[in-house]
Protein backbone atom coordinates (compact mmCIF):
# COMPACT_ATOMS: atom_id res chain seq x y z
CA UNK A 1 0.00 0.00 0.00
CA UNK A 2 2.85 2.20 0.99
CA UNK A 3 5.80 2.53 -1.09
CA UNK A 4 9.21 4.65 -0.35
CA UNK A 5 12.34 4.62 -2.19
CA UNK A 6 15.43 6.24 -1.24
CA UNK A 7 13.62 9.09 0.35
CA UNK A 8 15.86 12.11 2.16
CA UNK A 9 14.92 15.41 3.67
CA UNK A 10 16.85 18.24 4.85
CA UNK A 11 16.00 20.86 6.82
CA UNK A 12 18.56 23.51 6.17
CA UNK A 13 21.76 21.62 7.37
CA UNK A 14 19.83 18.77 9.82
CA UNK A 15 19.38 15.89 7.46
CA UNK A 16 16.26 14.47 9.06
CA UNK A 17 15.83 11.84 6.30
CA UNK A 18 19.00 9.90 4.57
CA UNK A 19 17.44 7.64 1.57
CA UNK A 20 15.25 5.76 3.67
CA UNK A 21 13.29 2.76 1.86
CA UNK A 22 10.53 1.26 3.26
CA UNK A 23 7.27 -1.00 1.90
CA UNK A 24 4.08 -1.86 3.84
CA UNK A 25 0.77 -3.65 3.15
CA UNK A 26 -2.48 -4.40 4.08
CA UNK A 27 -3.31 -6.03 7.34
CA UNK A 28 0.19 -5.16 9.02
CA UNK A 29 0.28 -3.03 12.35
CA UNK A 30 3.85 -1.10 12.45
CA UNK A 31 5.11 0.22 15.25
CA UNK A 32 7.61 3.43 14.28
CA UNK A 33 10.35 3.96 17.04
CA UNK A 34 12.60 5.81 17.74
CA UNK A 35 14.73 8.41 19.75
CA UNK A 36 13.91 12.36 19.38
CA UNK A 37 14.46 13.72 16.23
CA UNK A 38 15.26 10.63 14.32
CA UNK A 39 13.09 11.17 11.54
CA UNK A 40 9.59 9.27 12.56
CA UNK A 41 7.46 12.64 12.33
CA UNK A 42 9.27 13.85 9.11
CA UNK A 43 8.70 10.19 7.64
CA UNK A 44 5.16 10.12 8.47
CA UNK A 45 4.40 13.58 7.25
CA UNK A 46 6.16 12.70 3.64
CA UNK A 47 3.87 10.49 3.61
CA UNK A 48 0.91 12.75 4.43
CA UNK A 49 2.48 15.17 2.05
CA UNK A 50 3.14 17.91 5.14
CA UNK A 51 6.60 17.49 4.08
CA UNK A 52 8.43 17.86 0.91
CA UNK A 53 10.52 15.49 -0.44
CA UNK A 54 14.20 16.54 -1.67
CA UNK A 55 15.00 13.20 -2.90
CA UNK A 56 13.18 9.88 -3.37
CA UNK A 57 9.33 8.97 -4.06
CA UNK A 58 6.66 8.14 -2.31
CA UNK A 59 3.97 5.91 -3.90
CA UNK A 60 0.64 5.51 -1.88
CA UNK A 61 -1.51 2.74 -3.74
CA UNK A 62 0.68 2.42 -6.69
CA UNK A 63 0.05 6.24 -7.09
CA UNK A 64 2.47 8.63 -6.83
CA UNK A 65 2.18 11.10 -3.64
CA UNK A 66 3.87 14.34 -5.51
CA UNK A 67 1.51 17.13 -6.86
CA UNK A 68 -1.26 14.94 -6.03
CA UNK A 69 -4.42 15.13 -3.32
CA UNK A 70 -7.00 12.44 -4.07
CA UNK A 71 -4.48 10.00 -2.50
CA UNK A 72 -5.36 10.76 0.74
CA UNK A 73 -9.09 10.07 0.48
CA UNK A 74 -7.50 6.38 2.04
CA UNK A 75 -5.38 7.90 4.76
CA UNK A 76 -6.87 8.67 8.50
CA UNK A 77 -4.42 10.58 10.26
CA UNK A 78 -4.46 11.32 14.18
CA UNK A 79 -1.69 13.65 14.60
CA UNK A 80 0.21 13.74 18.20
CA UNK A 81 -1.14 17.17 18.93
CA UNK A 82 -4.79 18.18 17.64
CA UNK A 83 -5.95 21.71 17.94
CA UNK A 84 -9.04 22.94 16.71
CA UNK A 85 -10.80 26.36 16.00
CA UNK A 86 -11.93 27.24 19.50
CA UNK A 87 -15.09 28.26 18.52
CA UNK A 88 -16.28 25.36 16.63
CA UNK A 89 -18.55 22.57 18.42
CA UNK A 90 -17.41 19.26 17.81
CA UNK A 91 -20.60 18.47 15.73
CA UNK A 92 -19.41 21.26 13.48
CA UNK A 93 -15.48 20.27 13.08
CA UNK A 94 -16.92 16.21 12.26
CA UNK A 95 -19.65 18.02 10.03
CA UNK A 96 -16.90 19.57 8.33
CA UNK A 97 -14.37 16.86 7.48
CA UNK A 98 -17.84 15.05 6.62
CA UNK A 99 -18.52 17.66 3.88
CA UNK A 100 -14.83 18.52 2.58
CA UNK A 101 -14.32 14.43 1.84
CA UNK A 102 -17.60 13.77 0.44
CA UNK A 103 -16.94 10.26 0.93
CA UNK A 104 -19.29 7.54 -0.65
CA UNK A 105 -18.44 4.99 1.96
CA UNK A 106 -20.86 4.52 5.50
CA UNK A 107 -19.09 6.53 7.72
CA UNK A 108 -17.24 4.24 11.00
CA UNK A 109 -18.87 5.67 13.89
CA UNK A 110 -18.09 2.76 16.18
CA UNK A 111 -15.49 4.81 17.87
CA UNK A 112 -17.79 7.48 18.34
CA UNK A 113 -20.51 5.35 19.79
CA UNK A 114 -17.45 4.06 22.53
CA UNK A 115 -16.37 7.63 23.31
CA UNK A 116 -20.20 8.72 23.96
CA UNK A 117 -18.97 11.34 21.42
CA UNK A 118 -22.89 12.16 21.03
CA UNK A 119 -23.23 13.90 23.99
CA UNK A 120 -20.55 15.84 23.31
CA UNK A 121 -21.02 17.48 20.07
CA UNK A 122 -23.03 20.55 21.01
CA UNK A 123 -19.40 21.37 23.33
CA UNK A 124 -17.26 24.29 21.60
CA UNK A 125 -13.29 22.60 20.52
CA UNK A 126 -12.15 25.48 23.28
CA UNK A 127 -13.57 24.27 26.22
CA UNK A 128 -12.55 20.47 26.06
CA UNK A 129 -9.76 18.86 28.01
CA UNK A 130 -7.09 17.93 25.91
CA UNK A 131 -8.13 13.91 26.78
CA UNK A 132 -11.18 14.55 25.06
CA UNK A 133 -9.66 16.44 22.16
CA UNK A 134 -7.56 13.32 21.86
CA UNK A 135 -10.44 11.26 21.01
CA UNK A 136 -12.18 13.50 18.62
CA UNK A 137 -8.85 13.38 16.86
CA UNK A 138 -8.74 9.49 17.13
CA UNK A 139 -12.68 9.75 16.20
CA UNK A 140 -11.60 11.51 12.97
CA UNK A 141 -8.97 9.40 11.72
CA UNK A 142 -11.24 6.74 11.77
CA UNK A 143 -14.43 7.85 10.75
CA UNK A 144 -13.96 7.41 7.19
CA UNK A 145 -12.91 3.80 6.88
CA UNK A 146 -9.66 4.39 5.79
CA UNK A 147 -7.68 1.66 4.19
CA UNK A 148 -4.40 3.08 5.84
CA UNK A 149 -4.14 4.18 9.15
CA UNK A 150 -1.22 6.99 10.66
CA UNK A 151 -1.84 7.35 14.55
CA UNK A 152 0.77 9.73 15.91
CA UNK A 153 1.03 8.66 19.39
CA UNK A 154 -2.43 8.03 19.70
CA UNK A 155 -2.52 7.13 23.46
CA UNK A 156 -0.88 9.94 24.90
CA UNK A 157 -3.62 11.84 26.72
CA UNK A 158 -5.69 9.44 26.81
CA UNK A 159 -7.31 7.60 30.22
CA UNK A 160 -6.76 3.67 30.72
CA UNK A 161 -10.71 3.35 29.89
CA UNK A 162 -10.33 5.29 26.38
CA UNK A 163 -6.93 3.96 25.47
CA UNK A 164 -8.21 0.23 25.64
CA UNK A 165 -11.38 1.13 23.49
CA UNK A 166 -8.89 2.36 21.20
CA UNK A 167 -6.63 -0.25 21.31
CA UNK A 168 -9.51 -2.71 20.48
CA UNK A 169 -10.78 -0.63 17.57
CA UNK A 170 -7.01 -0.61 15.98
CA UNK A 171 -7.19 -4.51 16.63
CA UNK A 172 -10.43 -5.05 14.69
CA UNK A 173 -8.80 -2.79 11.67
CA UNK A 174 -5.64 -4.86 11.18
CA UNK A 175 -8.60 -7.73 10.98
CA UNK A 176 -10.01 -5.83 8.38
CA UNK A 177 -6.72 -5.80 6.11
CA UNK A 178 -6.16 -2.01 7.12
CA UNK A 179 -2.47 -1.10 7.48
CA UNK A 180 -2.09 1.06 10.45
CA UNK A 181 1.56 3.21 11.57
CA UNK A 182 1.62 3.90 14.65
CA UNK A 183 4.42 6.01 16.77
CA UNK A 184 4.89 5.77 20.37
CA UNK A 185 7.41 6.26 22.60
CA UNK A 186 5.81 3.82 25.29
CA UNK A 187 6.34 0.45 24.13
CA UNK A 188 5.11 -1.80 26.48
CA UNK A 189 1.69 -0.74 25.06
CA UNK A 190 2.57 -1.44 21.83
CA UNK A 191 3.17 -5.42 23.17
CA UNK A 192 0.23 -7.76 21.64
CA UNK A 193 -0.84 -4.96 18.99
CA UNK A 194 1.81 -4.50 16.77
CA UNK A 195 3.21 -7.02 13.88
CA UNK A 196 6.25 -5.22 13.03
CA UNK A 197 9.04 -3.16 14.49
CA UNK A 198 10.56 -0.08 12.33
CA UNK A 199 13.48 1.72 14.57
CA UNK A 200 14.52 4.92 13.35
CA UNK A 201 18.02 6.87 14.28
CA UNK A 202 20.20 9.37 12.79
CA UNK A 203 17.33 9.78 9.97
CA UNK A 204 17.85 5.99 8.79
CA UNK A 205 16.04 2.74 8.90
CA UNK A 206 18.24 0.57 11.98
CA UNK A 207 16.18 -2.48 12.03
CA UNK A 208 12.66 -3.63 10.23
CA UNK A 209 11.74 -6.86 11.38
CA UNK A 210 8.21 -8.64 12.31
CA UNK A 211 7.38 -8.89 15.90
CA UNK A 212 8.09 -12.68 16.10
CA UNK A 213 11.60 -13.29 14.48
CA UNK A 214 12.58 -9.48 16.65
CA UNK A 215 12.04 -11.79 19.62
CA UNK A 216 13.36 -15.10 18.84
CA UNK A 217 16.36 -13.21 17.42
CA UNK A 218 16.94 -11.19 20.35
CA UNK A 219 15.92 -14.04 22.61
CA UNK A 220 13.99 -12.16 25.00
CA UNK A 221 9.84 -12.70 26.46
CA UNK A 222 9.00 -9.23 25.53
CA UNK A 223 9.08 -6.14 23.04
CA UNK A 224 10.24 -3.64 25.51
CA UNK A 225 13.33 -6.02 26.38
CA UNK A 226 14.32 -7.08 22.68
CA UNK A 227 14.48 -3.42 21.37
CA UNK A 228 16.29 -2.20 24.59
CA UNK A 229 18.61 -5.08 23.69
CA UNK A 230 19.10 -4.30 20.25
CA UNK A 231 19.49 -0.13 21.15
CA UNK A 232 22.60 -1.57 23.75
CA UNK A 233 23.71 -3.54 21.49
CA UNK A 234 24.39 -0.82 18.77
CA UNK A 235 26.03 1.67 21.62
CA UNK A 236 22.56 3.87 21.29
CA UNK B 1 -13.98 25.61 -1.23
CA UNK B 2 -17.43 27.39 -0.38
CA UNK B 3 -17.92 24.65 2.48
CA UNK B 4 -14.81 25.40 4.11
CA UNK B 5 -14.85 29.30 3.83
CA UNK B 6 -18.52 28.73 5.69
CA UNK B 7 -16.98 26.87 8.89
CA UNK B 8 -14.38 28.59 9.10
CA UNK B 9 -15.88 32.53 9.01
CA UNK B 10 -18.57 30.70 11.62
CA UNK B 11 -15.17 30.27 13.60
CA UNK B 12 -14.38 33.56 13.17
CA UNK B 13 -16.60 35.98 13.54
CA UNK B 14 -16.99 34.37 16.98
CA UNK B 15 -14.15 35.71 17.84
CA UNK B 16 -14.26 37.71 20.63
CA UNK B 17 -11.36 40.40 19.11
CA UNK B 18 -13.24 40.41 16.33
CA UNK B 19 -16.79 41.02 18.08
CA UNK B 20 -14.29 44.17 20.00
CA UNK B 21 -12.64 45.18 16.55
CA UNK B 22 -16.61 46.07 15.32
CA UNK B 23 -17.43 47.45 18.26
CA UNK B 24 -14.52 49.92 18.36
CA UNK B 25 -15.03 51.01 15.05
CA UNK B 26 -18.86 52.04 15.56
CA UNK B 27 -18.12 53.54 19.14
CA UNK B 28 -15.10 55.58 16.93
CA UNK B 29 -17.38 56.43 13.78
CA UNK B 30 -20.87 57.10 15.65
CA UNK B 31 -18.54 59.18 18.57
CA UNK B 32 -16.97 61.82 15.83
CA UNK B 33 -19.98 62.33 13.85
CA UNK B 34 -22.01 62.76 16.56
CA UNK B 35 -19.24 65.26 18.03
CA UNK B 36 -19.01 66.96 14.92
CA UNK B 37 -21.38 69.76 13.74
CA UNK B 38 -19.98 69.16 9.88
CA UNK B 39 -19.97 65.15 8.06
CA UNK B 40 -17.21 66.18 6.04
CA UNK B 41 -15.00 67.19 9.06
CA UNK B 42 -15.96 63.84 10.74
CA UNK B 43 -15.20 61.96 7.92
CA UNK B 44 -11.80 63.69 8.06
CA UNK B 45 -11.24 62.87 11.68
CA UNK B 46 -12.76 59.20 10.45
CA UNK B 47 -10.55 58.44 7.76
CA UNK B 48 -7.58 59.60 9.63
CA UNK B 49 -8.54 56.78 12.53
CA UNK B 50 -9.41 54.20 9.85
CA UNK B 51 -6.22 54.30 7.89
CA UNK B 52 -4.45 53.55 11.14
CA UNK B 53 -6.79 51.03 12.70
CA UNK B 54 -7.82 48.97 9.46
CA UNK B 55 -4.29 47.79 8.70
CA UNK B 56 -3.22 47.25 12.39
CA UNK B 57 -5.92 45.05 13.30
CA UNK B 58 -5.90 42.94 10.01
CA UNK B 59 -2.37 42.40 9.54
CA UNK B 60 -1.72 41.03 13.42
CA UNK B 61 -4.97 39.49 13.68
CA UNK B 62 -4.91 37.24 10.58
CA UNK B 63 -0.99 36.39 11.80
CA UNK B 64 -2.30 35.39 15.18
CA UNK B 65 -5.02 33.06 13.97
CA UNK B 66 -3.00 31.81 10.95
CA UNK B 67 -0.47 30.40 13.92
CA UNK B 68 -2.83 29.67 15.88
CA UNK B 69 -4.58 27.33 13.87
CA UNK B 70 -0.96 25.74 12.66
CA UNK B 71 -2.02 22.09 13.90
CA UNK B 72 -5.75 22.88 12.34
CA UNK B 73 -4.27 23.47 8.71
CA UNK B 74 -1.87 20.20 9.37
CA UNK B 75 -5.21 18.39 9.39
CA UNK B 76 -6.77 20.11 7.08
CA UNK B 77 -3.70 19.08 4.81
CA UNK B 78 -4.00 15.71 5.75
CA UNK B 79 -7.70 15.55 4.25
CA UNK B 80 -8.30 15.04 0.52
CA UNK B 81 -7.98 18.51 -0.40
CA UNK B 82 -5.70 20.61 -2.51
CA UNK B 83 -3.47 23.00 -0.47
CA UNK B 84 -4.72 25.67 -3.26
CA UNK B 85 -8.07 25.46 -1.23
CA UNK B 86 -6.99 25.66 2.23
CA UNK B 87 -5.08 28.61 1.68
CA UNK B 88 -7.48 30.89 -0.25
CA UNK B 89 -10.19 29.46 1.69
CA UNK B 90 -8.11 30.78 4.80
CA UNK B 91 -7.67 33.95 3.34
CA UNK B 92 -11.22 34.65 2.36
CA UNK B 93 -12.62 33.49 6.03
CA UNK B 94 -10.33 36.35 7.33
CA UNK B 95 -11.08 38.64 4.89
CA UNK B 96 -14.89 38.26 4.80
CA UNK B 97 -15.26 37.95 8.58
CA UNK B 98 -12.88 41.68 8.89
CA UNK B 99 -14.51 43.20 6.43
CA UNK B 100 -17.87 42.60 7.71
CA UNK B 101 -16.90 43.69 10.76
CA UNK B 102 -15.75 47.04 8.84
CA UNK B 103 -18.80 47.47 7.35
CA UNK B 104 -21.02 46.65 10.45
CA UNK B 105 -19.03 48.84 12.99
CA UNK B 106 -18.04 51.57 10.35
CA UNK B 107 -19.86 51.26 6.93
CA UNK B 108 -23.28 51.56 8.31
CA UNK B 109 -22.44 54.70 10.00
CA UNK B 110 -20.72 56.80 7.48
CA UNK B 111 -23.59 55.51 4.86
CA UNK B 112 -25.85 57.44 7.18
CA UNK B 113 -24.24 60.55 8.57
CA UNK B 114 -21.84 61.50 5.20
CA UNK B 115 -23.45 61.11 2.05
CA UNK B 116 -22.76 60.60 -1.64
CA UNK B 117 -19.83 59.29 -3.57
CA UNK B 118 -17.68 60.33 -0.50
CA UNK B 119 -19.27 57.29 1.60
CA UNK B 120 -18.71 54.88 -0.99
CA UNK B 121 -14.95 55.67 -1.43
CA UNK B 122 -14.55 55.27 2.45
CA UNK B 123 -16.17 51.95 2.46
CA UNK B 124 -14.12 51.21 -0.78
CA UNK B 125 -11.02 51.98 1.05
CA UNK B 126 -11.86 50.30 4.15
CA UNK B 127 -12.37 46.98 2.65
CA UNK B 128 -9.87 47.10 0.74
CA UNK B 129 -7.16 48.01 3.13
CA UNK B 130 -8.94 45.13 5.08
CA UNK B 131 -7.93 42.89 2.21
CA UNK B 132 -4.52 44.13 1.35
CA UNK B 133 -3.42 43.66 5.01
CA UNK B 134 -5.15 40.23 5.61
CA UNK B 135 -3.14 39.30 2.57
CA UNK B 136 0.20 40.67 3.72
CA UNK B 137 -0.87 38.88 7.23
CA UNK B 138 -0.16 35.90 5.34
CA UNK B 139 3.15 36.41 3.56
CA UNK B 140 4.34 36.92 6.87
CA UNK B 141 3.03 33.67 8.53
CA UNK B 142 4.36 32.19 5.16
CA UNK B 143 8.16 33.65 5.44
CA UNK B 144 8.65 32.51 8.84
CA UNK B 145 7.87 29.91 10.86
CA UNK B 146 8.28 31.19 13.95
CA UNK B 147 5.60 32.48 15.67
CA UNK B 148 7.03 35.58 17.55
CA UNK B 149 9.39 36.47 14.52
CA UNK B 150 6.00 35.91 12.30
CA UNK B 151 4.55 38.65 14.34
CA UNK B 152 7.22 40.86 14.83
CA UNK B 153 7.12 41.19 10.79
CA UNK B 154 3.66 41.84 10.76
CA UNK B 155 4.44 44.87 13.34
CA UNK B 156 6.83 45.72 11.19
CA UNK B 157 5.43 45.66 7.48
CA UNK B 158 2.27 47.79 9.42
CA UNK B 159 5.12 50.32 10.91
CA UNK B 160 6.62 50.28 7.20
CA UNK B 161 3.21 51.23 5.29
CA UNK B 162 1.78 53.61 8.33
CA UNK B 163 4.89 55.61 9.30
CA UNK B 164 8.21 54.83 7.54
CA UNK B 165 7.24 55.06 4.08
CA UNK B 166 5.76 58.62 4.43
CA UNK B 167 8.90 59.72 5.95
CA UNK B 168 11.03 58.27 3.14
CA UNK B 169 8.49 59.93 0.88
CA UNK B 170 8.84 63.12 2.63
CA UNK B 171 12.72 63.27 2.78
CA UNK B 172 12.90 62.94 -0.89
CA UNK B 173 9.99 65.76 -1.30
CA UNK B 174 12.57 67.90 0.59
CA UNK B 175 15.72 67.10 -1.48
CA UNK B 176 13.83 67.57 -4.58
CA UNK B 177 12.28 70.36 -3.87
CA UNK B 178 13.10 72.40 -6.74
CA UNK B 179 12.45 69.76 -9.28
CA UNK B 180 8.51 69.23 -10.72
CA UNK B 181 8.33 65.87 -8.92
CA UNK B 182 4.35 65.62 -8.46
CA UNK B 183 4.03 63.32 -11.37
CA UNK B 184 6.57 60.83 -9.70
CA UNK B 185 4.36 61.40 -6.28
CA UNK B 186 1.65 59.72 -8.18
CA UNK B 187 3.84 56.73 -8.95
CA UNK B 188 5.39 57.20 -5.83
CA UNK B 189 1.99 56.78 -4.06
CA UNK B 190 0.97 53.97 -5.92
CA UNK B 191 3.50 51.81 -3.74
CA UNK B 192 1.71 52.34 -0.72
CA UNK B 193 -1.95 51.28 -0.66
CA UNK B 194 -2.48 53.51 2.57
CA UNK B 195 -1.18 56.14 0.79
CA UNK B 196 -3.13 55.50 -2.05
CA UNK B 197 -6.41 55.25 0.14
CA UNK B 198 -6.28 58.32 1.64
CA UNK B 199 -5.20 60.14 -1.82
CA UNK B 200 -8.05 58.97 -3.19
CA UNK B 201 -10.39 59.95 -0.52
CA UNK B 202 -9.18 63.54 0.59
CA UNK B 203 -9.54 64.53 -3.46
CA UNK B 204 -13.27 63.75 -3.12
CA UNK B 205 -13.41 66.51 -0.33
CA UNK B 206 -13.15 70.60 -0.36
CA UNK B 207 -10.29 70.18 1.78
CA UNK B 208 -7.87 69.39 -1.36
CA UNK B 209 -8.38 72.80 -2.77
CA UNK B 210 -5.72 73.42 0.56
CA UNK B 211 -3.61 71.29 -1.00
CA UNK B 212 -1.35 73.86 -3.27
CA UNK B 213 -0.18 73.07 -6.32
CA UNK B 214 0.57 69.33 -5.83
CA UNK B 215 -3.27 68.87 -4.74
CA UNK B 216 -4.33 70.47 -7.92
CA UNK B 217 -1.75 67.69 -10.32
CA UNK B 218 -3.35 65.10 -8.34
CA UNK B 219 -7.01 66.19 -8.47
CA UNK B 220 -5.54 66.54 -12.47
CA UNK B 221 -5.02 62.61 -12.44
CA UNK B 222 -7.13 60.76 -9.45
CA UNK B 223 -10.12 63.40 -9.92
CA UNK B 224 -10.58 61.75 -13.70
CA UNK B 225 -12.42 58.55 -14.04
CA UNK B 226 -9.45 57.19 -15.47
CA UNK B 227 -7.34 57.65 -12.22
CA UNK B 228 -9.72 56.18 -10.50
CA UNK B 229 -9.52 53.44 -12.28
CA UNK B 230 -6.07 53.02 -11.87
CA UNK B 231 -6.24 53.36 -7.92
CA UNK B 232 -8.52 51.02 -7.51
CA UNK B 233 -6.60 48.58 -10.18
CA UNK B 234 -3.50 49.30 -7.87
CA UNK B 235 -5.35 48.03 -4.78
CA UNK B 236 -6.76 45.17 -6.38
CA UNK B 237 -3.27 44.36 -7.26
CA UNK B 238 -1.89 44.70 -3.43
CA UNK B 239 -4.61 42.25 -2.84
CA UNK B 240 -3.59 39.74 -5.59
CA UNK B 241 0.21 40.33 -6.38
CA UNK B 242 1.06 38.90 -2.46
CA UNK B 243 -1.54 36.65 -2.27
CA UNK B 244 -0.34 34.02 -5.04
CA UNK B 245 3.03 34.72 -3.68
CA UNK B 246 1.46 33.37 0.00
CA UNK B 247 0.03 31.07 -1.97
CA UNK B 248 2.93 29.58 -4.04
CA UNK B 249 5.21 29.78 -1.11
CA UNK B 250 2.66 27.74 1.00
CA UNK B 251 1.79 25.06 -1.40
CA UNK B 252 5.72 24.50 -1.12
CA UNK B 253 5.88 25.01 2.51
CA UNK B 254 6.98 21.96 4.57
CA UNK B 255 4.18 22.03 7.71
Known sequence: MIKITDLSKSFGRLQALKQVSFEATGGQCIALIGPNGCGKTTLLKSVLGMVKPDKGTITVNDKLVERDWQYRRSIGYMPQIGRYPQNMKIGQVLDMLIDLRQSQAPLDDELMTAFKMKDLLHKRMGTLSGGTVQKVSACIAFLFNPSILILDEPTAGLDPVASGILREKIQEEIARNRLIIITSHILSEMDGLVNRITYMHEGKILFDKENQSLIKDTGTSNLMDAVIGIMKANGI | ?255
Not at chain 2, 22 to 35: R, Y
Not at chain 2, 49 to 54: A, E, G, H, Y
Open chain 2, 1 to 255: MNKLVRYILIDIIRNRIVIAYMILLAAITLGVFCLEDNPAKGVLTILNIDLFIIPLVSIIFSAIYMYNSAEFIELLVSQPVPGKTIWLSLFLSLAGALSLAFLIGAGIPILIFAHGILAWFMILAGVMLTLIFVVLGLVAVVKTADKARGIGLAILLWVYFSILFDAVVLFLLFQFANYPVEKAMICLSMLNPVDLCRIMILLKMDVSALMGYSGAVFQDFFGTNFGILISVAALVLWVLIPLFYSLKKFVNKDL
